[in-house]
């Protein structure tokens, strides 16, 4: 039987420390929630990989350290209110939770939200709020936002995501790189009405469906 404990200490020590992930708070909500609980079954032995799970239809539970790098970058504070998108199966949802007052988690896939919801009853997980609906969409109803987390790689982060950061809100994620390269980590700050970015580092995460620019016509 798999010492998910064990894996986890292991993942924390030599994934997330050497990548700068320093955040004591970050860490001890990485220490105390069980990845494995957030992936299918069969996928368990997986959950402390140095990679991407797969999760179905092209989704996937992002590698730890990209993971983990995105949320420390957020800057949270305990009353902050936050917005995971393309939330999957929950678990970094579940781990904003434990750093702010209050999570929306928006995912498109059913399945995926209805298995979250129940790994979140099942590790008495509060704070969070899920909601099946478009990721491009966000939450407009529920902003504005002090954070976002995009969880997965997209060509362009949509206006209408970035319409729902509060003034000074954080936005991160993974802008996808050409074919078959890598992509950018990045930071949005809003200041006034304008949301500017800025690169934190490299990373392969996979794009999320859904996400991609509308064809440009040639003639």
Not at 63 to 71: G, T
Not at 99 to 117: G, N, R, Y
Request: aromatic letters at 6%.
């Amino acid at each position: 039987m798999a010492d998910f404990a064990l894996a986890r200490r292991n993942m924390i020590d030599g994934q997330l420390r050497p990548n700068r992930v320093t955040n004591a708070q970050l860490l001890a909500a990485v220490s105390e929630l069980p990845r494995e609980r957030f992936l299918p079954d069969g996928l368990q032995s997986m959950a402390y990989a140095d990679d991407d799970v797969p999760l179905g239809g092209g989704r996937y539970l992002m590698e730890p350290m990209v993971l983990a790098r995105l949320i420390q970058a957020l800057q949270t504070q305990a009353g902050d209110h936050a917005l995971v998108v393309a939330s999957g199966r929950g678990y970094g949802a579940a781990l904003l939770s434990k750093l702010v007052k209050s999570v929306v988690a928006v995912e498109s896939d059913a399945a995926l939200a209805a298995a979250a919801e129940r790994t979140a009853r099942d590790l008495t997980l509060s704070g969070i709020r899920q909601v099946v609906g478009s990721l491009e969409g966000g939450d407009a109803s529920g902003g504005p936002f002090d954070a976002i987390l995009i969880e997965g790689a997209v060509r362009q982060v949509p206006q209408s995501i970035l319409g729902q950061l509060a003034p000074g809100g954080r936005l991160t994620t993974v802008v996808a790189g050409p074919e078959g390269g890598l992509g950018v980590a990045q930071l949005f700050v809003k200041e006034g009405d304008v949301a500017s970015a800025r690169p934190l580092f490299d990373a392969g995460t996979p794009l999320l469906p859904g996400f991609a620019p509308p064809p440009r016509f040639t003639f």
